[in-house]
């Protein structure tokens, strides 16, 4: 829980000269309202006891996390992230901001400093990548880590030898494409890769409507960033214990290469684990809730 619930929190506070100054609410499950500055996330505020922060992926809603937080309101306190321009979000700071991960990072790193007790950060796919910058930053927080279904260097699945310079034309060339495509076009794609990222009809549609109601190029230019951010070598800092969970299916094309890239690439966390979910896509949390909930329970008992 915020250390003073009724008062405003400063948080993320680079960039507020030139970004929107208006406050973002904070919705807590008693109904209180906390205002804090952050032109780059929201929050909502469920539950009661130790605090865990839930950030989501890509161009996705912070919903993707409703079935975590119904399990888990009753003895902890869940701040589930929204990503400003993901999932029909207002924009606001995020809009011509080409940083979006880093003033995330610090945004959340900020905001877990104001919580009572050290948190626990959950991040799934980009925010994977960036609950690893936030538990990088000096003034983050956190008692643990918990990050599902992303490598720290996500570009060695589409190139084993990629660095950030090699994917960076990659990068901008795949933010040009995005951000021009007509809308029918951006549906119709966006619905062809989600069929190899989650499983069930209903669940598919819904990342979907996700998708298409991001801001363009908000979620372009967070790809973007996520095909050139390169933690191999910064991950042997993180000092919180860490958990990683991925997906595991024998539809998932080169899985045994995947699953030593996982193997590899977190061996430098002087403090991890490794969980497999079997018969999931990326959206693990979606695909099989139980195992997910299972493996996060172990984690925080």
């Keep these: 829980m915020l250390k003073s619930i009724g008062l405003t929190v400063s948080v993320g506070l680079l960039g507020l000269g030139s970004?929107?100054?208006?406050?973002?609410?904070?919705?807590?499950?008693?109904?209180t309202i906390t205002e804090f500055e952050n032109p780059?996330?929201?929050?909502?505020?469920?539950?009661?006891?130790?605090?865990?922060?839930?950030?989501?992926?890509l161009a996705s809603s912070r919903a993707v996390w409703d079935g975590t937080v119904d399990v888990l309101k009753d003895r902890y306190t869940l701040h589930a992230i929204q990503v400003n321009g993901f999932a029909g979000a207002p924009t606001l700071g995020n809009a011509g901001n080409e940083n979006i991960l880093d003033d995330l990072a610090d945004g959340i790193a900020a905001y877990s400093s104001e919580l009572e007790s050290s948190s626990v950060l959950v991040g799934h796919s980009l925010g994977g990548l960036v609950a690893m910058k936030t538990a990088l930053e000096p003034d983050a927080n956190l008692r643990q880590l918990i990050i599902v279904d992303v490598l720290p260097f996500f570009s060695v699945l589409m190139d084993p030898a990629a660095t950030a310079d090699s994917m960076a034309p990659v990068a901008?060339?795949?933010?040009?494409?995005?951000?021009?495509?007509?809308?029918?076009?951006?549906?119709?794609?966006?619905?062809?890769?989600?069929?190899?990222?989650?499983?069930?009809?209903?669940?598919?549609?819904?990342?979907?409507?996700?998708?298409v109601e991001s801001d363009r190029a908000v979620m372009a230019q967070a790809m973007s960033e996520v095909l050139v951010t390169d933690l191999r070598e910064q991950v042997a800092n993180i000092a919180v214990p860490t958990l990683v969970i991925y997906a595991r299916d024998s539809a998932i094309p080169n899985l045994e290469g995947i699953e030593r890239f996982y193997e590899t690439l977190y061996s430098r966390i002087p403090d991890h684990r490794l969980i497999a979910i079997d018969d999931a896509f990326h959206f693990v949390m979606l695909d099989q809730p139980d195992a997910f909930l299972a493996a996060l329970q172990t984690a925080l008992n």
């Design 40 to 57: 780059y996330f929201s929050v909502e505020v469920t539950g009661s006891g130790p605090d865990i922060i839930l950030m989501p992926g």
């Design 19 to 31: 970004c929107s100054d208006a406050p973002v609410r904070t919705e807590v499950s008693s109904a």
């Design 172 to 211: 901008a060339m795949m933010k040009a494409t995005l951000i021009s495509q007509p809308d029918d076009l951006f549906a119709l794609r966006q619905s062809e890769a989600l069929k190899d990222l989650v499983k069930g009809e209903s669940d598919l549609n819904l990342a979907l409507k996700w998708s």
